[in-house]
């Protein structure tokens, strides 16, 4: 299996882990107070995936230039923001109309990386990407209008416009990601893409931690009184990111980010067969659906 596909399924697994995790949070944080555990308590973890990885491969971490941290706080900026979009869109009272939204970054993902990075990919991989966010839409509005019209209609409520943002968000963190990994002088991807892990998470520390403290001093505090429930957040998040930024360096984002899709299975299974919930026939359906176009980009690529 080539290693890209191996870490782009590992970093659905953590994510998914991760969002099941962070809901012990939720009445204990705001939404900016969660946003920066995930990056304050990745930190560490982060620094650590570096150390092991340069320690076991006998290479020294490149040295950082202007234009890669320029790129990394970009892409860590975006990712707080999608986030926040994310959020937003749920209070918007649209939590299934946000988040089928919000995985049009997928398509995304491939438009702006043809235009940004010059990335092609083939025609049965791009048919791939848009059964699989097909498949992902009928998941998540499974019970609600699916026809053109209807889905035309939906995308105009607050909830589905701020799921797009947040899916564009999401897209440009991917480009800027992997943008700035190919700023490092260094021939080793994944040593790059964990030297930019480390980077954009304290990056993210201080521009989110920053507003925080200044605006919500508060829950800057409780940040470090909910360390216990942080800390595996933070671990997951961490070990997530690796990945993500690993499949990015070694891959086209258009692959990536339509294998990560199946994140929504993960999230299937570990309803069925941990909290025990039964599967609707919807649900079935649009899993095949996403497995269909998850092998479509895999057979394409």
């Not at 490092?184 to 990056?203: G, Q, S, W, Y």
């Not at 403290?213 to 508060?218: G, I, Q, V």
Request: include cysteine; charged fraction near 10%; charge should be positive.
């Amino acid at each position: 299996m080539p290693l890209w596909i191996a870490v782009t399924l590992s970093a659905a697994l953590f994510q998914t882990w991760r969002t099941a995790m962070q809901q012990k949070l939720r009445g204990q944080l705001s939404v900016n107070g969660a946003g920066v555990v995930r990056y304050l308590y990745g930190v560490p973890f982060g620094v650590l995936l570096l150390l092991a990885y340069a320690g076991l491969t006998g290479q020294a971490p490149p040295a950082p230039s202007l234009p890669f941290l320029a790129l990394a706080a970009a892409g860590g900026l975006t990712q707080i923001l999608g986030t926040n979009l994310l959020i937003l869109s749920f209070g918007a009272r649209g939590f299934a109309v946000g988040t089928a939204y919000a995985k049009t970054e997928a398509v995304q993902g491939a438009i702006l990386a043809l235009l940004l990075l010059g990335e092609r990919i083939s025609a049965l991989a791009w048919i791939g990407i848009a059964v699989g966010v097909g498949g992902v839409l009928y998941l998540s509005l499974a019970g609600r209008e699916t026809r053109p019209r209807g889905l035309l209609r939906a995308a105009l409520q607050p909830a589905a416009l701020y799921g797009l943002s947040a899916g564009t968000g999401f897209a440009l963190t991917a480009v800027l990601v992997k943008a700035a990994n190919q700023e490092l002088p260094h021939p080793d991807p994944v040593l790059r893409a964990l030297t930019t892990l480390v980077a954009a998470n304290i990056l993210q520390t201080i521009m989110q931690g920053g507003w925080l403290a200044w605006r919500e001093p508060e829950q800057f505090r409780a940040v470090f009184r909910t360390w216990r429930d942080s800390l595996p957040v933070g671990a997951l998040s961490a070990f997530g990111s690796a990945c993500w930024f690993t499949g990015f360096a070694l891959a086209p984002v258009a692959m990536v980010r339509a294998l990560g899709q199946t994140e929504i299975l993960f999230t299937l299974l570990f309803s069925r067969f941990y909290l025990r919930e039964t599967m609707t026939r919807a649900e079935v359906t649009g899993a095949v659906v996403v497995v269909l176009g998850v092998v479509l980009v895999l057979i394409g690529r």
